[in-house]
């Protein structure tokens, strides 16, 4: 069994030989940034993949989320969840925007639509949710929700790449929503995001907007920002479109091994999906009951003391940041839900390359403890 280190998530990185033909192209090229080919290419792409209409390519994610709400010229006050990773808060505050945070549903740990309705006040002219671990939210609940108050609906959709429902991607819901490409994302572009645009005009605003407000060389519309994808990333996004299919398909092997071995255990339940036709299987939460022998802080130490680099996500709450504390909506009795998860879960190791070995050592691990 190897004793080797093994990360919550690794790369996927295909055979350095086959990139190398695309770094060929861009250096006969010399074209490297502002929308040259492979951008161009891996925009239609994905767009084909994810069975979208318009896809604006960005630097990463974070970029991508400030961008979109300016696209949608949000202010005021935006409702979101506190369990997620600290871009989907920072977007707000960055664009002078204060998050409100409203509790999470306890089976699908995203934001829960019957706690929305209490938060809104007349300053709240939108709703940000998380597609949690890639586990769609209830888009129908939050889109009616959205539709009475007039509010524009931002997703999240860091984790939710290639995630289907019954009617198609995931990522077709709400007036826009963001992709993640980092690193240790299902796929990725080294460093990356995407934000997936309605209609032609809508792309047309973010792309500009990602470039300096530019239309044309003498012309500037918005106050714009320089979020382009450079051509090395499209060029690697490209490359790893090729082989999305066999690490998706790796993950949901891990993913099955785990519920299998797993879901006996007294005191270490899993999480199901939300009603998807089609997953990521992105990440491989587990929460750490009470009536199971150690603490989860128990078993996350057990985990890295046997060189298993689990996380603890999301562990602290967004909302118990220094920045966010101090709202009342960040409030603990606001939020009993997702405090009492943050305070359960534990990420295990989930990607394509991880080895059979490594896996049983992990299961082992957490039937033994």
């Known amino acids: 069994m190897s004793d080797k280190a093994v990360f919550v998530t690794q790369p996927y990185l295909p055979q350095l030989e086959e990139f190398i033909p695309y770094l060929q192209d861009i250096w006969d090229s010399k074209i490297l940034t502002n929308g040259g080919p492979m951008h161009r290419q891996l925009e239609q792409a994905l767009a084909d993949y994810l069975g979208v209409e318009h896809v604006a390519l960005f630097n990463n994610g974070t ?71 890639g586990n769609p939210c209830d888009v129908e609940a939050i889109q009616r929700i959205a539709d009475n108050y007039n509010l524009r609906v931002i997703y999240d959709a860091a984790h939710a790449f290639a995630v289907e429902d019954k009617g198609g991607s995931i990522l077709r819901h709400g007036d826009l929503s963001v992709l993640s490409f980092h690193a240790t994302k299902v796929f990725n572009t080294f460093e990356g995001g995407a934000i997936i645009c309605p209609d032609a005009k809508t792309k047309q605003r973010i792309d500009r907007l990602k470039n300096f407000g530019f239309v044309d060389e003498v012309t500037v519309v918005a106050p714009g920002i320089n979020g382009k994808m450079s051509e090395v990333n499209a060029a690697f996004g490209l490359l790893q479109l090729q082989h999305i299919d066999k690490a998706i398909a790796r993950r949901r092997e891990i993913d099955h091994h785990y519920r299998d071995q797993l879901n006996c255990v007294k ?49 602290p709450l967004i909302s118990e940041f220094p920045m966010y504390r101090g709202m009342a909506s960040a409030a603990c009795e606001n939020l009993p839900t997702a405090s009492m998860i943050s305070e359960k879960v534990i990420c295990l190791p989930i990607h394509p390359a991880l080895e059979q070995d490594d896996l049983e050592k992990i299961v082992q691990i957490i039937k033994t403890s």
């Not at 929460?287 to 996500?313: C, H, M, S, W």
């Open 63 to 133: 970029i991508a989320l400030l961008t979109a709400l300016q696209a949608l010229r949000i202010t005021g006050e935006v409702i979101t969840t506190p369990y997620s990773f600290v871009a989907t808060a920072h977007s707000l505050l960055w664009n002078g925007i204060n998050p409100v945070f409203v509790d999470i549903d306890p089976d699908t740990l995203n934001l829960d639509p019957a706690k929305i309705e209490a938060a809104i006040t007349p300053n709240t002219t939108a709703i940000m949710p998380v597609h949690c671990y």
């Open 267 to 315: 005191g270490i339940q899993t999480i199901n999906g939300t009603g998807q036709s089609k997953a990521n299987y992105s990440y491989f939460p587990i929460l750490v009951e009470t009536d199971y022998p150690l603490t989860r802080n128990g078993l996350y130490q057990r985990l890295k003391d046997n060189n298993i680099f689990a996380r603890r996500y999301f562990y």
